[in-house]
């Protein structure tokens, strides 16, 4: 085929699909739009050490500038999709031109939800972490004594936390469930990464919610939270969630639920448009999910690129997911939906641990904190669909090889 091949979005999935349709041998046209500035990056670093100042950006880049004038990929840069034409099979760019297609593919990604301006949200010194652009301001205020207040005790609020201690900040974390890690993680993984903060002076309150931003001259300088309570901030971290960037699709008529409905092909609802990524609804187990995660941003997008380059070959995902807090690294195999029931085991070295997610009995995930054996034990078991005999798991001094045997 020799139609061109546009790609909506220059994170994650949009290169690794360019990449890996090159990598295929196919040879037609690929254009790749991006609204940021700067080449296609990855960003898992870019709240991490790259605002701790241990990587330079360029050190981010997934390939440098000559890549793409060598593999005959134009990429667009500073510019974004405003429409998308299907019959006539052309993008709409924000200047009014328009771009023909043969094949589209969708790598839009998510946004960071935001708080509302009724309490707050478009005060000066209130951020979310998604970009470079985001991660260069973070840096900025991240000064050493400064307090800042992060709202969400998910994951990108509990590793903000670790950044901000990292610098010598004075943290507070806020979280308005019942417990931090609540929609992603079991007790019992939150029972340890809460200890952990604790033990790094962070303040986490939570069943504590905001009740607005207070500001002076138009930037935040306290917060008033849901217990009546009034705190003084320099700034504020927001880590409430992302929303899938699925306008486009709605707009263009295709089916959307949560994210763009794909197929196990990555096609949505149109055969010549795909999508991957953090936008991307997609089938697994029997229903549907969306996956945040780089591995599913890369998997999606190369499957997908296997399709367009005239592969059959479907998309099962295998999840697995991570996050860096301190000194410590907690590795996810599995996805816990659904689970109902847990099995904690101490691993071997000290501060070692994993909790193991098992749904009508059958072993789903794991969660394994400074516990690599248990991590790779586990992503064996789920790729194999082998069930774990939970009385070896119960037993710490037993060898989780023989699960595997």
Request: one cysteine or more; glycine letters at 10%.
């Amino acid at each position: 085929m020799t139609g061109r091949l546009v790609i909506v979005g220059a994170g994650q999935a949009g290169f690794a699909l360019a990449a890996k349709v090159r990598a295929l041998g196919d040879l037609r046209p690929i254009t790749i739009v991006g609204a940021e500035e700067s080449l296609p990056y990855q960003r898992p670093p870019l709240t991490k050490k790259y605002l701790l100042g241990e990587m330079a950006f360029a050190r981010l880049l997934f390939r440098p500038e000559h890549w793409y004038a060598d593999n005959n990929v134009e990429i667009r840069l500073s510019t974004w999709v405003e429409q998308i034409k299907r019959a006539a099979k052309q993008v709409i760019m924000q200047d009014g031109s328009a771009l023909d297609y043969e094949t589209l593919a969708l790598t839009t990604g998510a946004t960071p939800r935001r708080l509302p301006p009724a309490v707050g949200g478009a005060l000066e010194g209130v951020y979310v972490a998604r970009d470079k652009r985001d991660a260069d301001q973070l840096a900025a205020e991240m000064r050493a004594g400064r307090r800042v207040l992060i709202i969400g005790g998910g994951y990108i609020g509990l590793e903000a936390a670790a950044v901000a201690r990292h610098r010598g900040l004075e943290v507070t974390l806020i979280e308005m469930a019942d417990r931090i890690l609540q929609r992603v993680a079991a007790k019992e993984t939150a029972d340890i990464m809460r200890v952990i903060h604790r033990e790094h002076d962070v303040v986490i309150r939570e069943k504590t919610g905001l009740k607005q931003l207070i500001g002076k001259n138009g930037h935040v300088v306290a917060a008033e939270l849901s217990d009546g309570s009034t705190i003084d901030v320099d700034f504020v971290i927001v880590g409430i969630g992302v929303a899938p960037n699925d306008r486009l699709a709605k707009e263009a008529g295709l089916e959307v639920g949560n994210g763009i409905i794909v197929d196990s092909l990555a096609r949505t609802s149109d055969p010549s448009i795909f999508a991957a990524g953090d936008c991307a609804e997609l089938p697994w187990n029997g229903g549907r999910i969306r996956l945040e995660s780089v591995q599913n941003a890369v998997d999606q997008a190369e499957a997908a690129a296997g399709i367009i380059a005239g592969g059959n070959a479907t998309y099962d995902p295998k999840p697995w997911f991570w996050s860096d807090q301190y000194d410590v690294k907690l590795q996810i195999a599995g996805f816990n939906l659904g689970y109902d029931e847990t099995l904690l085991r101490p691993g071997t070295r000290e501060g070692s641990a994993s909790v193991w997610y098992f749904k009508q009995g059958r072993f789903i995930a794991v969660d394994a904190i400074n516990d690599a054996k248990a991590y790779v034990t586990g992503k064996k078991l789920l790729e194999t669909g082998i069930n774990p005999v939970k009385s070896v798991l119960a037993d710490p001094s037993a060898d989780l090889k023989q699960l595997l045997a």
